[in-house]
């Protein structure tokens, strides 16, 4: 068949400007009725099955349906949806919104409407829906202007202020930090060194009364590169390591800094870097963090 010649195209619009009369029969007239007077109803199959919106055959058997009606929702959960950034003239929101299918709590099929979530992120499968109501309700779909998500978390502000009190372990071993040294303890049994200091032997259980006072500089045992910020952190990303202090037998964890994260290794030389003695308080904070000492790496 030729294609007509442009010359004989004609633009034509079919258009009911004062709108196209139709009438919904009993099951789509009891589903808007409802609808208008603020209620969302389904109609039941003879399986059992809660058709939303209602159908007046079961699309599943061809079967008429049971004339039974049945409150649903108002709320639901989201089912799948698809993102409108633009929305048309017609659209229902003149802002960007879903078009999704709902399903209603007590449903088993879904309706197709607009949920105004503002950001797309928000929206996940399940999230939970519930209709705005138009002010004016005329008996229409659009009786629900859209559905919009349920408040499901708030956030609250938490401070919770609290004091440690350290006991006498922690508190000889923090009068030994304020000083400037590490003071361990020596099992009499074991004769294995703890830092910090404590006064019972996790190993074998004994009371330890043997007090040694060690050195600063300690050997990396293992390390882990931290990538988000912390406020004791020199920079991101920061080391924090284990590190074996000459003379003890059990790590303790620490901050390494002066040094890139990607040149810390096991077996590095480490030493304490303390803040100035004037500034010092009966804390941890006392060691700024652990630098590479320059010497050879250690054989673990
Ligand atoms: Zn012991």
């Known amino acids: 068949m030729a294609v007509p010649s442009e010359d004989l ?31 969302i109803v389904g109609v039941r199959t003879q399986e059992g099955r809660v058709l939303v919106p209602p159908l007046e ?34 659209h229902p929101l003149d802002r960007p919104f879903a078009w999704a299918l709902i399903e209603l709590d007590g449903a088993d099929t879904c309706l197709v409407h607009a949920v105004d979530a503002g950001d ?7 999230t939970r829906v519930r209709p705005r109501w138009s002010a004016e309700r005329t008996g229409s779909i659009t009786d629900i202007a859209c559905f919009v998500p349920e408040v499901t978390r708030i956030v609250s502000p938490v401070r919770v202020p609290y004091k440690i009190r350290a006991g006498a372990s922690l508190s000889r ?11 361990g303890s020596r099992c009499s049994t074991c004769d294995k060194v703890y830092v910090p200091y404590r006064s019972s032997c996790p190993e074998c259980g004994n009371a330890i009364s043997g007090e040694v006072t060690l050195p600063d ?29 000459d003379g003890a037998d059990v790590p303790m964890i620490a901050l390494l800094g002066d040094v890139p994260a990607h040149e810390v290794r096991q077996g ?5 870097v303390w803040v100035p003695e004037e500034e010092r308080t009966a804390g941890m904070g006392n060691i700024k963090w652990f630098a590479p000492t320059g010497e050879q790496d250690v054989e673990l």
């Open 268 to 272: 590095m030389r480490v030493r304490a």
């Open 120 to 126: 797309p992120k928000t929206l996940r499968p399940g």
């Open 173 to 183: 071993f923090l009068e030994g930090i304020r000083a400037g040294t590490f003071l």
């Open 57 to 90: 055959y079961d699309p599943g058997t061809g079967d008429p349906v049971t004339g039974e009606w049945v409150e649903v929702g108002p709320s639901g959960t989201l089912a799948a949806w698809s993102w409108v950034h633009t929305p048309l003239p017609q």
């Open 217 to 245: 500089t300690g050997t990396v045992t293992t390390f882990a590169i931290n990538n988000l910020p912390d406020p004791r952190a020199p920079q991101v990303p920061f080391v924090s390591a284990y590190i074996l202090i």
């Open 9 to 39: 195209v004609a633009d034509h619009v079919l258009e009911f400007p004062g709108g196209y009369t139709r009438t919904t029969g009993p099951v789509i007239g009891r589903f808007l009725t409802e609808l208008r007077d603020g209620r």
